[in-house]
């Protein structure tokens, strides 16, 4: 699985970084959720799920 996050449709919420910190982080300098582990993990499904604008994106291998 690849894990990615378009950061000009990201509105820093944060939920992402909160259901699934070993994939996502809150980048507060720029206010807006980055991708630090693109293999993903499990819970990764459950941030896209719950992302309020869908800028999470999980492609499979």
Do not use: W, Y
Request: glycine residues 8%; hydrophobic residues 35%.
């Amino acid at each position: 699985m690849v894990v990615t996050l378009d950061a000009d449709e990201c509105i820093g919420c944060g939920v992402c970084s909160q259901i699934c910190p070993d994939v996502f982080e809150l980048n507060e300098d720029a206010g807006k959720a980055r991708v630090i582990r693109p293999e993903g993990s499990e819970c990764a499904a459950e941030a896209v799920d719950s992302c309020p604008v869908g800028c999470i994106h999980i492609e499979q291998k």
